[in-house]
């Protein structure tokens, strides 16, 4: 498990992360009714930086307006979102590349099964930057479980209560000796790993599902796409196949807690010849140092913390 920092963000002030109480009567504790999102804070030259935190900010906001949580968008402007987020960096003065968890809650005591006018309450840790996946070359296997579709609950939302079907994905893959999951949907069409995007090489083009494929809308997806742009490579975002994936020249994962994780195999078959294919390794290359501000085009993807 990761080494959490000390201090949180609650409420609206900085508290020892063992006082962030939320009542068992609360609709986030007896519902999931909290949304929310992880980014990274890496230790850069210029100081402590923030990886596209206006994105994480607006995906919070698309998520609570989704499920229908209304008051946070009217009580947070991303201004106030960065000031927290400030407050909690200097409360706990990281020295190494961190996360950050920024949650928010529904408080409201025995609410009934709905969710607007109810309050909010934010909360914001730190934990140590480990990765989820091996970045050496995963091994996935194909959920026995599908993904909800958007008409359930929506892939989209960044919902707590949603992540019981990550679980799912997540322990019968390594239930069954493989490192992550790759779900599909009810067509049979690959979504995405349990808590990270994915990416699949074919004759140099570089695919990944499109953004109606019930999926999160990832950043390091997006980054991703607008980093291998700018190289000149080819992208999709299409529809894809499982059995596309059994012949891909190259697969991987990308995600804040995932990085960029080469795929070695899928359901027992090998990816390529099992090594971290020629465009993974370029994009897991710069996808690091846009991370850690040593690319000039894209420093304004970074928010001193
Ligand atoms: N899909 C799911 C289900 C996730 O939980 C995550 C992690 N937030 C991702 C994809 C990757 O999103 P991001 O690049 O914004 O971290």
Redesign the pocket.
């Known amino acids: 498990m990761a080494r959490i920092y000390e201090k949180a963000y609650f409420g609206d002030k900085i508290v020892p992360i063992a006082d962030a109480h939320l009542s068992v009567a609360s609709s986030s504790v007896l519902y999931g009714l909290s949304v929310y999102?992880?980014f990274q804070v890496s230790v850069t030259k210029n100081g402590l930086m923030a990886f596209r935190l206006l994105l994480h900010y607006r995906r919070l906001i698309n998520s609570a307006r989704i499920i229908g949580m209304d008051t946070f968008e009217k009580e947070w402007n991303y201004e106030k979102f960065v000031g927290a987020v400030k407050e909690l960096v200097s409360a706990n003065t990281p020295i190494e590349d961190v996360f950050v968890r920024a949650t928010v809650h529904v408080p409201d005591l025995v609410a009934g099964t709905r969710s607007r006018g109810l309050s909010n309450t934010v909360s914001m840790f730190i934990y140590e930057a480990k990765p989820i996946v091996p970045q050496d070359g995963a091994r996935l296997k194909t959920s026995v479980w599908r993904r909800v579709p958007d008409f359930s609950i929506p892939?989209r939302a960044?919902v707590n209560g949603a992540y019981v079907n990550?679980v799912l994905g997540k322990q019968d893959a390594i239930d069954s000796g493989y490192d992550d999951c790759i779900f599909l949907d009810v067509h049979g069409h690959v979504c995405?790993?349990?808590?990270?995007?994915i990416f699949m090489v074919r004759d140099n083009v570089l695919i990944t599902p499109d953004t109606t494929s019930d999926?999160?809308e990832?950043?390091?997806?997006r980054t991703v796409l607008e980093v291998a742009r700018d190289m000149g490579i080819q992208v999709q975002e299409r529809g894809i196949d499982l059995t596309e994936l059994y012949v891909a020249d190259e697969i991987f994962a990308?995600?804040?807690?995932?990085f960029i994780a080469p795929i070695k195999e899928v359901d027992a078959r090998m990816i390529g010849d099992g090594k971290i294919g020629p465009i993974t390794k370029r994009i897991k290359e710069i996808h690091w140092r846009v991370m850690h501000g040593e690319e000039e085009k894209y420093l304004d993807f970074l928010t001193s913390v």
């Open positions: 999102t992880v892939s960044k990550s995405e790993l349990s808590a990270a995007n999926l999160l990832g950043i390091n997806r990308s995600g804040t807690s995932a």
